[in-house]
């Protein structure tokens, strides 16, 4: 990755990426243009291009990008990211400020900060550690480390379960509250929600339990199984003894997989989804509102450690009860 300089007069029209150019970055002072020299991060724009995916390719709004030393020490007091190529200040039109900043972490950006209630900052900075920026109306250029914006959003709630002391995963058919089954256990840890079902009230997943198959649907055989001999498994069902799947996959062996089947359940919805770790940790997620979209729970769930993952079921069944 480079930073690079472009002038506004020659390359202004030029494409960085699917959804930016170049003039969207040019240097600005109280909102003329100041100057013809734009410099611009190649990881903030691959960054950028990611949290695109997240908010499936809404317009995502540059509404500072490069600025002049001059600008940014007279804004700020010193010369910040902006004046590197490496920051900018977005917003997307009906999303807040809070789950950009969620989503923006997820897609690696190592400075991150809220302006407003729909603004953030971004940068793609050199650090270990996410830093965030005028938060909470924070004078502007002001910095505080944070632990994670996961940890800050009420609406998000992941769970890593160890894989090594995981003895048993069951399997529950009901159509009933989450917390109504779990008052039916007294040895479990976790329980969330999985399988759905279409318009007609026909199941749309495989559901297995104790070898017998209760539901079969042919085209989502992707999901979390138990073998006999209580192996954790994550894949297509084969010999496995309690079993639920999902849809659609998000994560397959630490690829990115297409939803271009499974538009029928994008959008913005509250969600549930579960992942395997490459070490073999569980990965559990349920998203309140205001939701994700499908690709945003991938994002998500990659960020987490997620090497293969699916969606589970979504809407105001989304469900994820603890002991």
Not at 7 to 20: I, K, M, Q, W, Y
């Amino acid at each position: 990755m480079a930073i690079k300089t472009y002038s506004v007069a020659r390359d202004g029209e030029t494409f960085l990426s699917p959804h930016f150019q170049v003039k969207e970055f040019r240097p600005r002072w109280n909102g003329k243009p100041d100057g013809d020299v734009v410099k611009i991060d190649d990881e903030l724009i691959e960054k950028l291009e990611l949290l695109s995916d997240c908010v499936n390719n809404a317009p995502i709004h540059i509404s500072d990008g490069y600025r002049t030393e001059a600008f940014d020490k007279y804004l700020t007091g010193k010369a910040g990211q902006h004046t590197t190529g490496r920051a900018a200040d977005i917003y997307v039109n009906g999303v807040s400020a809070e789950v950009l900043c969620v989503l923006a972490e997820a897609c690696g950006f190592t400075g991150i900060g809220t302006i407003n209630s729909s603004s953030i900052h971004v940068d793609t900075r050199p650090s270990e550690r996410v830093v965030c920026f005028r938060e909470n109306g924070t004078k502007a250029g002001s910095e505080t480390i944070i632990t994670s914006f996961f940890k800050k959003a009420s609406w998000l709630h992941p769970v890593i379960l160890d894989g090594d002391r995981i003895s048993s995963i069951e399997y529950v058919e009901t159509r009933e509250p989450v917390k109504t089954t779990a008052k039916k256990f007294d040895d479990v840890d976790y329980i969330i929600n999985g399988g759905f079902f279409c318009t007609y009230k026909e199941p749309q997943f495989w559901y297995r339990a104790n070898g017998i198959t209760k539901h079969e649907y042919r085209d989502h055989k992707y999901g979390m199984s138990l073998i006999k001999n209580k192996e954790l498994h994550y894949g297509i069902v084969n010999g496995t003894d309690n079993f639920i799947s999902g849809h659609p996959i998000l994560l397959d062996a630490g690829r990115f997989c297409s939803y271009e089947y499974a538009s029928e359940i994008d959008g913005w919805k509250q969600r549930s989804a579960i992942g395997y770790t490459y070490d073999g940790d569980v990965i559990l997620l349920a998203v309140d509102k205001p939701g994700l979209t499908l690709r945003g729970l991938r994002q998500v769930m990659y960020h987490l450690g997620a090497y293969s993952a699916i969606n589970l079921d979504g809407g105001g069944s989304t469900s994820l009860y603890s002991y």
